[in-house]
């Protein structure tokens, strides 16, 4: 017998017994991975602004959309809206147990960025995610949501696109002159509304934040600006984003 012959024969009866479950259990490992990759995160680094992965699965279908269209980057927005979302270290989050005062005590991280956030926004177990973007002539407020394996795309909101650094906070008054103390970024951001069992699941959350805050069944999305009581809350409603009407 043949040294390849023998290699195959060998290969064969290991299959044939135990080797061949721990085959399908590799496999099936191995297809998880790579569906959870294909999903949307944003990765987390302690302190410091987390890092948004689309996957080559949204890419095709935002590029499908409008091949012009641009996610914002964490860096067009005005400073001190980006340190908002710096994850907390280790040291802060164990320094709340000792804080009874919520005003001193730092919220854990989320999928959440300025221009993104991640989240189960239709209930069927895949993230989705919610972006600001521009194609340079509109400012998209766009969601994502899986459909299958492919996600489809869907305007939130549309309207006119003014670049980042002329965007500026606080805002310029018409013949005023311009403030010395004044950010140039943008000032409008997503944050991530948890579901109702993901609240309560959260010690921060019932300890910390409004039990009058609206939750739905899944994950929702606010669109607010910074330090304004504007803001716009987003829900999935059949299969698509609805704005929340108390």
């Not at 006119?160 to 943008?186: C, N």
Request: charged share 25%; hydrophobic share 35%.
């Amino acid at each position: 017998m043949s040294a390849m012959s023998m290699v195959y024969f060998k290969f064969m009866k290991w299959l044939s017994n135990e080797g061949k479950m721990k085959l399908i259990y590799l496999l099936m490992i191995a297809g998880f991975t790579g569906a959870a990759s294909a999903q949307p995160t944003i990765e987390i680094h302690e302190g410091r602004l987390g890092e948004l992965k689309l996957g080559p699965v949204v890419e095709q279908a935002l590029k499908k959309f409008n091949p012009n269209f641009q996610v914002y980057n964490s860096s067009d927005f005005i400073q001190s809206l980006q340190d908002v979302y710096v994850a907390p270290t280790r040291e802060q989050l164990a320094a709340n147990k000792n804080k009874t005062n919520c005003d001193e005590m730092i919220p854990p991280a989320d999928k959440s960025l300025p221009q993104a956030v991640v989240g189960d926004f239709n209930g069927d177990k895949i993230d989705d995610v919610v972006l600001l973007g521009h194609d340079q002539k509109s400012h998209y407020v766009l969601g994502v949501l899986s459909s299958g394996k492919t996600y489809e795309v869907s305007i939130i909101e549309r309207s006119e696109y003014v670049p980042p650094t002329q965007s500026t906070f606080p805002p310029k008054e018409a013949g005023e002159p311009e403030p010395q103390d004044v950010e140039r970024g943008l000032t409008e951001s997503l944050t991530l509304v948890e579901s109702e069992a993901e609240a309560r699941k959260s010690e921060y959350i019932k300890k910390c934040v409004s039990p009058d805050v609206k939750r739905f069944k899944n994950d929702a999305v606010l669109v607010s600006e910074y330090m304004s009581p504007a803001n716009r809350l987003y829900y999935v409603k059949g299969k698509k984003f609805v704005e929340y009407k108390p």
